[in-house]
T-cell receptor, first 114, second 116 residues
Framework: KQEVTQIPAALSVPEGENLVLNCSFT??????LQWFRQDPGKGLTSLLL?????REQTSGRLNASLDKSSGRSTLYIAASQPGDSATYLC?????????????FGRGTQLTVWP | EAEVAQSPRYKITEKSQAVAFWCDPI?????LYWYRQILGQGPELLVQ????????DSQLPKDRFSAERLKGVDSTLKIQPAELGDSAMYLC??????????????FGPGTRLLVL
């Protein structure tokens, strides 16, 4: 069974810092990897999706990398802002004949203070 | 922009009562998922539908949980009887196989269940 681990569990930083969130998974036979953002009491918003054949994806101040062979991904947040405060979830997808299921980590709870 | 709709947003019930959650996926999305997220943890899949058929319900506690998607569009998740440990956020997601490389799941706002 796929196991996804995220480190650290929580992170509190001052505004402006560059951050790295880590994700590891046990089974390298993935279809893709996604990073989601979840605000308190809300649903999930997809931030970045990396296909298994790709090494990284970028969106604005966010950059996600994938090393499939070692079972690792990192989410890099540049110049953090208080509005970035949320829980960040990493998820990997397997895929059979239909759209695959997602296996999630427990998330990293990020607080960016002014 | 199209969104996944869920109702109710919040539900408080007493243990042993029946509860039901509803999800309306994005139009045209053939795949629908129900996830359960316990506070402080990541979501875990309960059931996956492809059109009206169940693809994966291996993690669904079938003695008390049931899910249906009769016409392959909206879906209902039911718990009967509810137990204290069922308190969680219930998330619905939908998706479709893309023509390119991009395939993702779109999540609804969730239903937060509290069992007293």
């Amino acid at each position: 069974k796929q196991e996804v681990t995220q480190i650290p569990a929580a992170l509190s930083v001052p505004e402006g810092e560059n951050l790295v969130l880590n994700c590891s998974f046990t089974d390298s036979a993935i279809y893709n990897l996604q990073w989601f953002r979840q605000d308190p009491g809300k649903g999930l918003t997809s931030l970045l999706l990396i296909q298994s054949s790709q090494r990284e994806q970028t969106s604005g101040r966010l950059n996600a990398s994938l090393d499939k062979s070692s079972g690792r991904s990192t989410l890099y947040i540049a110049a953090s802002q208080p509005g970035d405060s949320a829980t960040y979830l990493c998820a990997v997808s397997d895929r059979g004949s239909t759209l695959g299921r997602l296996y999630f980590g427990r998330g990293t709870q990020l607080t960016v203070w002014p | 922009e199209a969104e996944v709709a869920q109702s109710p947003r919040y539900k408080i019930t007493e243990k042993s009562q029946a509860v039901a959650f509803w999800c309306d996926p994005i139009s045209g999305h053939a795949t629908l998922y129900w996830y359960r997220q316990i506070l402080g943890q990541g979501p875990e899949l309960l059931v996956q539908f492809q059109d009206e058929s169940v693809v994966d319900d291996s993690q669904l506690p079938k003695d008390r949980f049931s899910a249906e998607r009769l016409k392959g569009v909206d879906s209902t998740l039911k718990i009967q009887p509810a137990e204290l440990g069922d308190s969680a956020m219930y998330l619905c997601a939908s998706g479709t196989v893309g023509t390119g490389d991009q395939e993702t799941q779109y999540f609804g706002p969730g239903t937060r269940l509290l069992v007293l």
